[in-house]
């Protein structure tokens, strides 16, 4: 009998240069399933669009990213690595979810409500549609391969809780067409989102409670995957500090937001737990700790940076990359979307 692997869909957004939030975060955590799971690791450029990107920007971030997955450690044979817009079942599974889901789940995700302002979502008439409908086809993304495992953050649970929404309606109220078709249980699996490791959420290296972001107004604030050693240098030893040691236990970082994101990003990088690197610099003040996270984050990034300047350098190899890698992600999509249309009643 074959032995059951699962398997994991994850993807990010062309639509930012790349930084520590989106390494440690997201990439970084993509690598090691890459020995437990069959894994999928997608550039969600049609996603990128539901605001507006210039057409050259959103195709040098869509290679950024894909040579970050592999500088990272995704290797292109075993992980299968692509860009959205190459396999149009998701966009084909996407409407037919548009149909399944209902207005008002849309509404109540706090992501969309953010982003169209204010609660009751006053800015709403400046949004896209696309931007509205963004979870149905991030459902589609995932239940295109029936992927059982999804690592992201916090920030898409709720995205996470509606695509199980979209496939628990979709198995019920398609239950007869599904039995028909041969299947004794549901069609799509309940996705469940993958924790794995320490919850890494980055913030500001200015303010503590703020998350690490691209639009941050303040270019000293964040770390890009693609900045030089002495511009990361200069950032954590410029980042906002209190003027306490640190503590010697984890308890000690409670209501200092600043010190606890610097001790979990030197953690992270480390692969240490927070308490391993409280036992080697509790007491320690800040003159001692910067230029050790200053290092360690240069020893991490610099190779990974030289490397994505190589491949993004080599735009005939990254296509070929992301075209075999579509190749292989619609060699699993086509046929489940064949039983799809099939379960739907479209004359095929
Ligand atoms: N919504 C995710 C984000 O903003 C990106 C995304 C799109 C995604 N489709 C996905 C993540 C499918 C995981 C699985 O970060």
């Known amino acids: 009998m074959m ?7 994850s993807g990010i957004k062309p639509s930012g240069d790349l ?12 690598v090691p399933l890459q020995q437990t799971h069959e894994t999928i690791y997608c550039v969600v450029d049609m996603h990128a669009i539901t605001v507006w990107q210039e057409p050259e920007d959103l195709r040098r971030w869509t290679y950024e990213i ?33 149909c399944v889901a209902r207005v008002g789940w849309m509404m109540r995700m706090t992501q969309f409500k953010d982003k169209a302002g204010g609660e009751g979502g006053e800015n709403s008439e400046a949004v896209s ?19 059982t495992g999804v690592p992201v953050g916090d ?3 709720q995205h996470l809780e509606l695509t199980r929404d979209i496939a628990k309606k979709f198995n019920h109220d398609f239950r007869k067409q ?62 906002t500090t209190d003027p306490e040691s640190l503590p010697t236990e984890a308890a000690g970082l409670e209501g200092r937001a600043e010190a606890a994101n610097l001790v979990a990003i030197y953690a992270s990088l480390a692969d240490q737990s ?36 190589r491949l993004v350098g080599d735009r005939a190899e990254m296509d070929k990359i992301l075209r075999d890698g579509a190749d292989r992600a619609r060699a699993i999509a086509i046929p489940h979307m064949d039983e799809i249309r099939q379960i739907v009643g479209f004359v095929r």
Do not use: C
Request: overall charge positive.
């Open 178 to 239: 599904i039995k028909g078709l041969g299947f004794d249980e549901d069609y799509f699996p309940l996705t469940d989102t993958l924790v794995t490791g320490p919850a890494t959420r980055v913030m500001s290296l200015k303010d503590g409670k703020k998350k690490m972001s691209k639009s941050d107004a303040s270019d000293m604030s964040t770390i890009y995957m693609m900045d030089d050693a002495d511009t990361i240098s200069k950032k954590i030893k410029r980042a």
């Open 129 to 147: 549609l696309g931007l509205f409908a963004y979870p149905s086809l991030m459902a589609a993304d995932i239940l295109l391969y029936k992927a």
């Open 19 to 30: 930084h520590l939030g989106n390494y440690l975060g997201a990439i970084r955590r993509f």
């Open 155 to 157: 920030d898409q649970k």
């Open 274 to 309: 927070v308490d391993q690197v409280l036992a080697e610099f509790g007491g320690s003040g800040w003159g001692k700790f910067k230029p050790a996270l200053a290092d360690l984050a240069v020893s991490v990034l610099s190779p990974i940076a030289g490397e994505m300047r």
């Open 66 to 98: 894909a040579a970050a997955y592999i500088a990272s450690g995704l290797d292109p044979k075993k992980s299968i690595i692509f860009n959205q817009s190459q396999v149009v079942e998701h966009a084909e599974l996407g409407w037919i979810f548009n």
């Open 3 to 9: 032995a059951f692997i699962p398997r994991v869909f």
